[in-house]
């Protein structure tokens, strides 16, 4: 069982009955001795659905919500630096900064908001609530198929419905160089294939137990600003992850994409974050670790977290740097 989240293991559960899978589930959730209400929330609205979903499906269960993609400046490896920093307790969870959604998959929040600016990231996270089975359809066939030509073939093509756009960046994701999810400026994924032996395209119970954690949440296309129309009190919190600023003239982390994120962009974010944090909702922002960043929020708290650098093609340039965790509160 991994720690920071939730994980109920059966090995055959078509075999399991319900007072069973509760007892089960009651022992995992003791376990875990969850530290927040709004985990338990989930846990009971968690259980039930994968219950009906096992019932249905007779697939054997491993639930264990994580990201179901790899994203550039994803925060998996750092979750451990920042448990003792998220506020204590909080209704309604806001990320306008989705990315593959690590802090999400963390909490599991009863009610949350998620934003990213990327259509095709968002489209992705709707089809996996929405209709996980057709998009599990895709991606089998994806996997069945799978070749260098193949890779190419997709890559180049235009899928017309959510659902084929979704395997596509699914597929992709799970294949490409580095993993790397990167556009080039007319928006097209241009990254090669990777050397993966054997690519884990579609993993059928990681996408069932993430549908179930995405299922009540709200997801939206939209710029981060966005989040001031909604959270306005001290039981909402907001964890901001924006694309760091660099820290020298020849890092990129803003290149990924082609939301670049300027200077300006981060003198609008940290205005974001005073009005938030005059509102007395408790914000988190994730960010590099340079005099600029510092200096935008000397007024709040300011932790240093170790980070390696987890995605550089350059295997050499992959080291331990430091990067800043700010809080309101
Ligand atoms: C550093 S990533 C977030 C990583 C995420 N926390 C994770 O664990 O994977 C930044 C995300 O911000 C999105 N983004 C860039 N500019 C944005 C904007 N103006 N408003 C909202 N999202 C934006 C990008 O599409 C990208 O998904």
Request: glycine fraction near 4%; charge should be positive.
């Amino acid at each position: 069982m991994k720690s920071g989240g939730i994980c109920i293991l059966t090995s055959d559960f078509s075999n399991v009955s319900r007072i069973a899978f509760e007892k089960q589930i009651g022992i995992t959730l003791e376990a875990k001795r969850l530290h927040s209400v709004y985990q338990a929330e989930t846990c009971v609205h968690l259980k039930n659905h994968l219950y009906d979903r096992c019932m249905q499906t007779r697939l054997p269960l491993r639930l264990h919500p994580r990201p179901f993609l790899k994203w550039a400046g994803g925060k998996g490896q750092l979750i451990q630096q920042y448990i003792p920093h998220f506020p204590k307790q909080f209704s309604t969870y806001y990320e306008p900064f989705l990315g593959g959604g690590a802090v999400f998959f963390h909490l599991l929040p009863s009610r949350s908001r998620l934003m990213d600016i990327n259509p095709e990231l968002v489209n992705v996270y709707c089809c996996v609530r929405d209709h996980v089975e057709s998009l599990i359809a895709c991606l089998n066939d994806h996997r069945d198929r799978h070749c260098a030509d193949y890779y190419y073939q997709v890559r180049a093509s235009m899928h017309e419905s959510a659902v084929e756009r979704a395997a596509r960046l699914i597929y992709l994701n799970k294949t490409c160089f580095n993993g790397l999810y990167r556009e080039n400026s007319k928006g097209l994924f241009n990254v090669p294939i990777g050397r993966y032996k054997n690519p884990t395209i579609c993993d059928v119970e990681l996408l069932y137990a993430t549908s179930a954690a995405l299922r009540s949440t709200y997801i939206e296309l939209n710029s981060f600003e966005a989040v001031l129309q909604e959270a306005n009190s001290s039981q909402d919190f907001v964890y901001l992850d924006p694309p760091y600023h660099p820290i020298s003239a020849t890092s990129k982390f803003t290149a990924y994409n082609r939301y670049a994120f300027t200077e300006a962009d981060q003198i609008r974010l940290r205005d974001t974050f005073v009005k938030l944090a005059e509102r007395g909702v408790n914000v988190m922002l994730s960010n590099s670790d340079c005099p600029f960043v510092r200096d935008l929020y000397q007024d709040f708290t300011i932790y240093t977290i170790v980070a390696s650098r987890a995605i550089n093609s350059n295997a050499e340039k992959r080291g331990k740097i430091t990067e800043v965790l700010v809080t309101s509160y």
